[in-house]
C-alpha cells in the first residue's frame, strides 16, 4: 500500500524597510548558534504558510503580523531519492 508523503514545511521571513532587511544573530539554539538569518521556522500541522509565517514571526523577534499583510513569493518542492 502507498503512503502519503510527509509535508515538512517551513516559513521565512523577509521584512524589508528602506532596503534593508532584517536579520536576527542565533544564539542558544543549539542549531546555527552565532550566525544570522531570517526568522524562520516550520509550519505546525494544518497551518497556511501565512499562518505560520505569523506564529513563527511573533515567537522569533515578538512583532504582530496579520496573515493577510504577509505575502508567499516562493515556494520549492524537494524530493529525497
Known amino acids: 500500500m502507498r503512503k502519503n508523503f510527509p509535508y ?3 516559513s521565512y521571513l523577509f521584512l524589508i524597510k528602506d532596503n534593508k532587511i532584517l ?3 542565533r544564539f542558544q539554539t ?3 548558534d552565532g ?3 531570517v526568522p524562520a521556522g516550520h509550519l505546525d500541522g494544518g497551518e497556511t504558510a501565512r499562518e505560520g509565517c505569523v506564529r513563527e ?3 522569533e523577534i515578538g512583532i504582530a ?3 493577510h ?3 508567499v513569493v516562493h515556494a ?3 524530493a529525497k531519492g
Open 69 to 71: 499583510d504577509t505575502e
Open 8 to 10: 515538512v514545511g517551513s
Open 23 to 25: 536579520l536576527q544573530r
Open 65 to 67: 503580523v496579520l496573515p
Open 35 to 37: 550566525n544570522y538569518g
Open 30 to 32: 543549539g542549531f546555527q
Open 57 to 59: 514571526i511573533k515567537e
Open 76 to 78: 520549492l518542492c524537494t
